[in-house]
């Protein structure tokens, strides 16, 4: 792999490959230009760690179907579109702050976290706008949105709230919902859950925008998971 090639500047001949392994670019900090916008029309697979610490802004890759933990941690992508992806890794977009919508296919397993973001500031809270979770996606993982407060140590000291994130869609396959995957979400207003079935633990704790929820099919609904949401 290239992990830690911190002078690789370029990268090309991507367009064949099929899967991309754990940590094959992380800390490649160096990449510029075309290489930090690829285009890999084959790929199925990506690693954990994959493009980890990387200026990568774009990688367009609708077959990919695996997205691996910490896959694009700490990049620079803008979108993450893999809309034949059904495997996302916990932590896969961790303090990707730039990113700002992601859509996925039929996502079956979802790790934790996905979507943190770490911060020690209110003016550094992220761009995420819109996410799409594709027909046949039956899970939404634990903490997928959360944002921690660090205090001036880097210690988790509380949440701040995910403003930026307004819209995100969900088909009618959603079977479970993790513990506090909105949380603090507070400006989303719609969401469909009219075919989940559990619902974790301060799923939507001070959701404060959320103004309707079809819990029709709901069997379990977990501590606090509406809590504050008014």
Known sequence: TFKDCSSLTT???LESVTSIGAEAFKNCNALTGDSTRLSMPELLSIGNSAFENTPIRSLTAVNVEKIGEYAFAESNLRKAEFP???LIGKYAFFNNFALSSAEFGAVTEMGEFVFLLESNSQNSLGALEKVVFGNGTSVIGDNAFLLHALDEQGEHWGYYYRQSLKTVTLPDTVKKIGAMAFAFVTD???VNLTGVEEIGAQAFYNAVSLTAADISSAKT????AFADCA
Do not use: P
């Not at 609904?221 to 606090?224: D, R, S």
């Open 11 to 13: 990268v090309t001949g």
């Open 84 to 86: 034949a992806a059904t």
């Open 188 to 190: 989303l207003k719609q």
């Open 221 to 224: 609904i977990g501590l606090m």
